[in-house]
């Protein structure tokens, strides 16, 4: 199999990696006054899994070509635990309506329900080391 197109180094992925820490998570840290989880594991077969299932509804509601989005969110704090970011999977559909060329040309599809529940890696860590 050839690797995918959309593939990146991992130099370009520990360079993005390094400049979320020194911004975005020293901003999370900043105002949350802990450290944050930073990335979310899911196993393949559970994204396996997830798409079949976006798959599968997005062709019942004749969707050709659907997407997935993946949202930044957080968890309340409870259980003796801080609120941790994680990170959900929502099913997309192509928009039908004209878009503007600097608008995204999909949008949410309500109809198919999103995915959560990944490990976040803790203790928080750098990417690549």
């Not at 990944?118 to 750098?126: F, K, R």
Request: hydrophobic residues 25%.
């Amino acid at each position: 199999m050839e690797k995918p197109k959309k593939c990146i180094s991992r130099q370009e992925a520990k360079e993005l990696q390094k400049r979320w820490w020194h911004t975005r998570g020293k901003a999370i840290e900043r105002s949350e006054q802990h450290k944050d989880v930073c990335a979310v594991k899911f196993s393949v077969a559970e994204l396996e899994e997830y798409l079949k299932y976006v798959k599968e509804k997005s062709g019942e509601q004749g969707i050709e070509d659907p997407g997935v989005c993946i949202w930044m969110g957080s968890y309340a704090p409870g259980n003796g635990k801080p609120s941790l970011s994680t990170v959900f999977l929502s099913a997309t559909k192509q928009k039908s309506e004209n878009i503007e060329e600097e608008e995204s040309d999909f949008e949410d599809n309500p109809e198919i329900e999103p995915f959560n529940t990944g490990s976040g890696l803790w203790p928080p860590g750098v990417y690549g080391e």
